[in-house]
């Protein structure tokens, strides 16, 4: 079964029954037709108990492929050759618009230095990460959705274009991330949250940050290293909402390391995790490092602590820099 609920499922299954049987006289065409069938066919499932169960080997079907598509009645292994050929085409053509979407390389913003290293567990990636510059400022957005997959990539594609809109507005910081949680809770499914940082940085140095449940961001100086202020609700939970921004002064050569779960919580092949400690380590270590710098020696130490053991989620870090 879906982790979406039978009640909220057939909501959503009538409305498309409803939206289909609005359009007139399209709606008498092969395509509606077929289409008004799979509906019928998903609220008859829901009806006898075996929605989301695979009608050839009548496994579960899988949750994320459940969420972005309710209509599915296949499994991954129960698809055919050209159902599955079908499917990596459309998630490599997914992968493609969701690269585009990473910020460019070559992203500058005067006084500032950025990088970061992005390793989705599969073709698509729930991991979400921005920069925008806004005139005096730059907008910054790092985090994590709720789930892997198709699913995920979907909703992070969302929050790009939400805050993107949202960025125009010139708001204050708290502000403009309770109107986007406002948006984001009413518009998607009741089990979508995200783990969330936005920030936004001056030329001279101050930089203010919401926390939505996200790992804290480490602050890298000339000392040491100080783990910022842990936020609160995640994203997408709860309507209004509100998000205490925390403000923090950089001096030159400080840095802000932002990461997702996937790096704190690789394992190696005893099943022991990287781990909080450990990061912290290795950035007191290279605390005055660029960017680049800062990430590359991270990775190697995780690789050192991995071996062989593969990633079981996504991975992404990300530094910003004051020169």
Known sequence: MSGMSPVYLREQLLDRRARLTSLGEPAESDEVTRLLGEVDSALQRLDHGN????????????????????????????????????????LDSAAQVQGSLLPTRDFQFPGWEFDYHYEPLGPVSGDYF??????????????????????????MAQLHTLFRSLVTKRQALD?????????????????????????????????????????????????????LKPGGFPFG?????????????????????????????????????????????????????TASETIQRLL??????RRRTPLTDDLTTMVIRRL
């Open 51 to 90: 929605y989301g169960i695979c009608g050839n080997c009548h496994e579960g079907i899988e949750a994320d492929r459940l969420t972005a598509d309710p209509l599915t009645t296949f499994c991954l292994d129960c698809l055919t050759l050209e159902q599955r050929n079908a499917l990596q085409r459309d």
């Open 130 to 155: 921005d920069l925008i510059a806004a005139d005096e400022w730059l907008y910054f957005f790092f985090g994590d959705v709720a789930g892997k997959g198709v699913a995920a990539s979907l909703l």
């Open 237 to 289: 939970l709860f309507p209004s909402v509100q998000f205490e921004p925390v403000t923090v002064a950089l001096e030159r050569g400080d840095s802000l390391f932002l990461y997702t779960d996937g790096l704190s919580e690789a394992r190696d092949e005893t099943g022991q995790e990287y781990g909080e400690q450990r990061l912290q380590r290795i950035l007191e270590s290279g605390s005055r490092h």
């Open 175 to 227: 502000k403009m991330v309770f109107e986007a949680n406002n948006l984001f809770t009413a518009s998607t499914l009741p089990h979508a949250y995200a783990t969330l940082l936005v920030g936004r940085v001056e030329r001279e140095g101050k930089v203010e940050i919401c926390n939505a449940g996200h790992q804290p961001p480490q602050l890298l100086h000339g000392r040491g290293v100080d783990t």
């Open 300 to 305: 190697e130490d995780l690789a050192e602590h």
